[in-house]
T-cell receptor, first 112, second 113 residues
């Protein structure tokens, strides 16, 4: 059964710092891996989707990488801003399961 | 662009009452999903519809039923609400089952007393 883990559960950084969020998964037979952002009281917003054949995807200050063999993905945020404060979740499919399995998220706080 | 729209946004029920959460998407997506989000448990899949005319159980289907009314709409019904169903419910859709980007609604906060 696919398990998705995100460490740390919470992270606080000063504005301007570059940071990395981690996501690990146990079953490497994945179609893709997705990163989401969730603001308090809101739904999830898709940030990046990496197909299983890709190594990384970039969008603005965000860069996500995927290493299937080690069961890891990272989300790199450059020059963090207070507006980046939110919970970040990763999700991927299970090997024999069709649906997406979500990590519990990393709550990011960027201090001015 | 509306994207994925859920109604109602808030609801309070008494134990044993029934209700239906409505979800509609305007992106012509084939697949739709219902998740619940609970503190410490993360997001868990209740039911999904990989394509119009099909529905399947997810991780936590007990106490729920779903209807894929048409390609746009996917409803979630609680027949006899229980306090354990107090949660935030999210509807989501994707162009292709699992293999495409997932778009979420804003959520429906349900409290069962």
């Amino acid at each position: 059964k696919q398990e998705v883990t995100q460490i740390p559960a919470a992270l606080s950084v000063p504005e301007g710092e570059n940071l990395v969020l981690n996501c690990s998964f146990t079953d490497s037979a994945i179609y893709n891996l997705q990163w989401f952002r969730q603001d308090p009281g809101k739904g999830l917003t898709s940030l990046l989707l990496i197909q299983s054949s890709q190594r990384e995807q970039t969008s603005g200050r965000l860069n996500a990488s995927l290493d299937k063999s080690s069961g890891r993905s990272t989300l790199y945020i450059a020059a963090s801003q207070p507006g980046d404060s939110a919970t970040y979740l990763c999700a991927t499919n299970g090997g024999s399961q069709g649906n997406l399995i979500f990590g519990k998220g990393t709550k990011l706080s960027v201090k001015p | 662009n509306a994207g994925v729209t859920q109604t109602p946004k808030f609801q309070v029920l008494k134990t044993g009452q029934s209700m239906t959460l409505q979800c509609a998407q305007d992106m012509n997506h084939n697949s739709m999903y219902w998740y619940r989000q609970d503190p410490g448990m993360g997001l868990r899949l209740i039911y999904y519809s990989a394509s119009e005319g099909t529905t399947d159980k997810g991780e936590v289907p007990n106490g729920y039923n779903v209807s894929r009314l048409n390609k746009r709409e996917f409803s979630l019904r609680l027949e006899s609400a229980a306090p354990s169903q107090t949660s935030v419910y999210f509807c989501a859709s994707s162009g292709v089952f699992v293999r495409a980007e997932l778009f979420f609604g804003e959520g429906s906060r349900l409290t069962v007393l």
